[in-house]
């Protein structure tokens, strides 16, 4: 992955997680359904006896995703008949179930499961929806919306979604990495996203929206054409996957234990500029040492660059690592609205611990 930044020119979802000071969540990002324990890859022991070293990232990402259906961002209302009329919440539909199969027809871009349904009239249809990976059919029958005389069920449905992020660490074969720190969510009901395919990207950032009380900031950029690696997996605790040709790595690091963090003075990485990945200091505390996922430590920018910068935490930084008595302690995840200068960080043995095991 290139080093370099420059602009936006389309709007993408930034992938990053915010928080006011009441902890009231307006965002998120993850995978669709649970992870088995056999699936995922045990580093407890690793990280124990300091055997595993990590390249740490810092460096942005883009990604594309594709949900292999229609994955159902809301269930809404709308008025048939001079009455509030929900086709789909009458048969039981809900956010977060992905349309496959229209009729028995494959189901693959938002376009045709609107014609098919406009197409169906008050005759209905069967849909093949999939929620929490089982399988169901569910018969339906599309209702007129007053307000342009089109059949609808009354869902709002979404097949693809594309944003940036930062990349945490990369394994030591120089390809296989995680970044985020949380999941990748639908902006509307913070459902997980589901992945049935996904490409990571290089981006270009050009400029940043400074953070300010009750107005989080940005990265702001583009996502470049042509694929650079393959997303494989999307959790709560970050996402995962596999880039085509190594990054600008600089040296690896070894990993922090979760006992190991300690409140007290740490060093963030990250790219907001052209001039690449850059360190710049700030506080860990509140650490605690419970069985939560995420939101493990606070973390307070201490830097005056990058308060100058930034503002403080912004959207985009979302998964740069943090590096602390020469150890990888963890990522940046969130930040206040109501304290652009503070936010959360998730644990590293916690994101190792969701890597899934098929890219070890």
């Known amino acids: 992955m290139k080093n370099k930044l420059k602009s936006f020119g389309v709007s993408l979802l930034t992938f990053f997680s915010l928080l006011s000071l009441l902890l009231l969540p307006l965002g998120g990002i993850s995978a669709y359904g649970e992870n088995s324990v056999e699936e995922l890859c045990p580093y407890t022991e690793q990280c124990s006896s300091e055997q595993l070293l990590l390249y740490p ?15 159902i961002c809301a269930v809404i209302d709308f008025t048939s008949g001079g009455a509030n009329a929900s086709p789909a ?13 229209v009729n028995g027809e494959d189901a693959t871009d938002v ?7 406009e197409g169906a009239g008050a005759n209905g249809l069967t849909l093949t929806v999939l929620r929490h990976g089982v399988e169901s059919n569910i018969s339906i029958a ?21 944003g940036i992020g930062t990349v945490t660490y990369i394994m030591p074969d120089g390809a296989v990495f995680g970044g985020l720190g949380h999941g990748i969510c639908d902006s509307e009901n913070g459902e997980l996203i589901p992945i049935a395919s ?3 990207n290089e981006v270009e950032i050009d400029g940043i929206v400074k953070g300010e009380v009750g107005k989080p900031g940005e990265l702001r950029g ?11 997996s999307n959790t709560d605790c970050g996402t995962f996957g596999v880039f085509d040709r190594q990054p600008v790595l600089c040296e690896p690091m070894p990993i922090a234990t979760k006992r190991e963090v300690k409140n007290g003075m740490a060093e963030v990485l990250c790219s907001l500029d052209g001039e690449g990945v850059k360190r710049y200091a700030v506080e860990i505390y509140d650490v605690r040492y419970n069985d939560a ?3 493990n430590f606070m973390i307070k920018v201490k830097d005056a660059a990058l308060l100058e910068k930034t503002g403080g935490i912004v959207q985009g930084m979302s998964g740069s690592p943090l590096i602390q008595d020469g150890k990888i302690i963890g990522a940046v995840t ?22 899934p095991k098929s890219l070890q």
């Not at 460096?59 to 259906?69: D, L």
């Open 57 to 71: 990232g810092g460096m942005p990402f883009g990604v594309r995703i594709k949900t292999g259906g229609a994955f």
């Open 89 to 101: 919440r009458d048969a039981g539909l809900c956010t977060g179930d992905i349309i496959i199969k």
């Open 111 to 117: 376009r045709g499961i609107t014609d098919k349904i």
């Open 142 to 162: 599309p209702k007129i919306d007053d307000k342009d005389g089109k059949y609808k069920l009354g869902v709002r449905i979404r097949d693809t979604s594309a």
């Open 198 to 200: 996904g490409s990571v």
């Open 222 to 232: 583009r996502i470049l054409a042509g694929s650079a690696g393959t997303l494989i």
């Open 293 to 295: 996922k995420t939101k």
């Open 334 to 355: 969130h930040v206040l609205i109501n304290d652009p200068t503070s936010g959360y960080g998730i644990f590293i043995e916690n994101m190792l611990e969701n890597t």
